[in-house]
Structure formats: structure tokens, C-alpha cells
């Protein structure tokens, strides 16, 4: 009978061996690579080995208790069997080549990786305006592959738009703005599945529009509207990456429903109309959404994948005029009206220019 050492010998000498840097090589040039842990068992944790039909599994099994594991089965019929039989299974997920390739460099970031990718074509990203801030925030998310990107906006595309509004183009100049939204993100990314809504966002249906959407991009440009998002947002325990932008400055930060902040913390009431000139009058510097709504994006993206610090309580001021980005703390208020301790139940209903909370 062989020794240890010949039966060794013999099977090294049928097999193909690599030293540890070429398998390093082969493992970061092959994604789909497998690697096969058979270390000594630390415990005697249960192995049940599974092939198409048993026999594979029935070697496999064998093999296995040869190199010392203990509690080892092999399941006659195999996955065949299993399946046939009606008991519950489902296929490991992975990116498709070409989704590899699109995202190849987030595949090299670890903190996105393939987990983090597929996260993200799972995602759900409501964003209120496919305006100043909507497009590049949709564009960005939509070159991230995020699953799915609700739109909701209920203007036409004007040439006036364009100065800003980098989803829209001259060809598109009349179209509803969520069906030019639509046309570029999935000439950009056919994973992306768009769901336009063509409505004003009101008290009845704003509950309906924004339930199962995993994060919701505020760039809404009135105050009834925000106050609107941040009360329903609330109810339904929805995180709202709020934007705001005008002439050269910029403001960035994420509403965590009971969390941190809410709209209402930081701003109670809306100031004085006379203060506040809504975005239609006020004139604003073309690139700055651009700015304001990426940051928007990421903020979205770190929501979702749960990396890095959110700018949650916190709020991002950004000057183009002396390119400073600040950032003040903004605390949860005791009295707040909405998410106070004290606020009693939140009602949605149309809010008129003071938007105060309505109540039973
Ligand atoms: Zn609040």
C-alpha cells in the first residue's frame, strides 16, 4: 500500500498547482472565481454536499470525511430532486458580464463592491423635480445603477430650462419633463427602470406616490411642497436628502425620519414671502444644482449603501463666490411641531403659505 508522502506525489501529479501570487493574480482577474475553503474543520459543524442528481455529492461527500470532517451528508437526488419536489430555492445573484463591466469601478471600491452594487439596482430613489436639482442628481444615480428612479414633476421642458436643467435638451423643448427625464436616464442606463408621475404632488396623493421608495431627493422648489414631503416622509419613516439653492449659494442635508432632524427642526415656519422668493423669480448660477444636486446623490447613495457619515444633522452650506463648503449642526427640536415629543398625530393636508401643521 502507497505511503502518505507517494499518494501525495501521485495526486499532485494529476492536478494543476499554482503558488500563492499567481492565485492572487488569477482571483483579481477572474470575478467569477470560486474559492473552495477545505481547511481542517475547526468544529463539527454539519456539511451537506449537493449535486444535480447525488452521485457527484455522493464522491464529494466521501472525500470530505477522508480529510477529517465529521458530520458530513450527501443528499441523494440531488438539487434535481429538491427542486422537483417543490421545496423552496433560489439562485445566488450576481451581475450579469455586462453590469461587471458598467461597474467595474465601483466593483473596485469596497465599500460598493458586488454586495453594494446589487444594493443599489434594488434601490428605490423617489426624486421630487426633474429641474435644477433632479437632473443630475437622476443622472448620477441613474449612471450608478440605482433600480429604480421615481420622478415625479408636472411642467413642460422650456427653453429657459436649459440653462440648468441638464436632463432636458432643445429637442425636448415642450415635452412633459418626466418623459424627457425618462428618455435620457435609460439611454444612460437600460437598468434603470423609470416610473414617471405626471401629478402636482398634493395632500391626496403624496402618501400613494412616495410608499416603498427606499430614500427621497428633495428638490422641490416652494415651501408648501417641502413642508408637505417632510410631514408625509415622517408618517412613513422615509429618509429625505433635502436641496436648496440660490443665486451663488447652496445648501445640502439629510432628514432621517426620528432620527436626526426634521424639516420642520430646522425651519418651523416659512419665512416671510417677501424674504423668500421662490425660485421661478430668483435668479440662480446654472452650474450650482449641478453641484448641490450630486451632493444629493451621494447623500443618497451612502443612505443606501450605509457607508461613510450622512448629513444627518448636519447642514451643508456651499458659497461658489469664495468656493467654501461649511457645515452647521442642526439638532432635533423638542417643540418641533412635526417629530416633537409633544406633536400630536401628523395629518397630510394642503398647507397654504404658512404651512403649519394641521390637527385633529
Ligand atoms: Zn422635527
Keep these: 500500500m502507497a505511503t502518505f508522502r507517494e499518494l501525495l506525489a501521485q495526486t499532485k501529479s494529476r492536478i494543476r498547482e499554482v503558488d500563492t501570487e499567481q492565485a492572487e493574480a488569477f482571483i483579481s482577474a477572474t470575478p467569477n472565481a470560486v474559492l473552495l475553503d477545505v481547511r481542517e474543520p475547526d468544529d463539527d459543524a454539519p456539511v451537506v454536499v449537493y449535486c444535480a442528481g447525488g452521485t457527484r455529492s455522493a464522491f464529494a461527500a466521501e472525500t470530505l470525511a477522508q480529510l477529517g470532517y465529521t458530520d458530513v451528508v450527501s443528499m441523494a437526488g440531488g438539487f434535481n430532486k429538491w427542486k422537483n419536489e417543490g421545496r423552496a430555492w433560489k439562485a445566488p445573484r450576481t451581475l450579469t458580464p455586462d453590469q461587471r463591466n458598467r461597474y467595474q469601478r465601483h466593483l473596485l471600491v469596497n465599500e460598493v463592491g458586488e454586495e453594494g452594487q446589487l444594493k443599489l439596482l434594488d434601490a428605490k430613489v423617489l426624486l421630487l423635480g426633474a429641474g435644477g436639482l433632479g437632473s443630475p442628481a437622476a443622472l448620477y444615480l441613474a449612471a450608478a445603477g440605482v433600480g429604480t428612479i421615481g420622478i415625479v414633476d408636472m411642467d413642460v421642458v422650456d427653453e429657459s430650462n436649459l440653462q440648468r436643467q441638464i436632463l432636458h435638451n432643445l429637442d425636448r423643448v415642450g415635452e412633459r419633463k418626466v418623459d424627457s427625464a425618462k428618455k435620457t436616464l435609460t439611454q444612460l442606463n ?171
Design 190 to 360: 437600460p437598468d434603470v427602470n423609470v416610473v414617471t408621475y405626471d401629478v402636482r404632488l398634493g395632500a391626496d396623493n403624496i402618501l400613494d406616490v412616495i410608499d416603498g421608495y427606499d430614500v427621497i431627493i428633495d428638490g422641490a422648489d416652494n415651501f408648501p411642497s417641502r413642508y408637505l414631503l417632510n410631514d408625509a416622509s415622517l408618517i412613513k419613516g422615509i429618509p429625505v436628502v433635502h436641496g436648496s439653492i440660490f443665486r451663488f449659494e447652496g445648501q445640502a442635508t439629510v432628514f432621517k425620519p426620528w432620527d436626526g432632524p426634521c424639516y420642520r427642526c430646522l425651519l418651523p415656519e416659512p419665512p416671510p414671502a417677501e424674504l423668500a422668493p421662490s425660485c421661478a423669480e430668483a435668479g440662480v448660477l446654472g452650474v450650482l444644482p449641478g453641484i448641490v444636486g450630486s451632493i444629493q446623490a451621494v447623500e443618497a447613495i451612502k443612505v443606501i449603501l450605509g457607508f461613510g457619515e450622512p448629513l444627518v444633522g448636519r447642514l451643508l452650506a456651499y458659497d461658489a463666490l469664495d468656493q467654501s463648503f461649511r457645515t452647521f449642526k442642526v439638532l432635533r427640536d423638542p417643540d418641533c411641531p412635526a417629530c416633537g415629543p409633544n406633536a400630536g398625530e401628523i395629518v397630510i393636508a394642503e398647507y397654504d403659505e404658512h404651512c403649519m401643521p394641521h390637527r385633529h
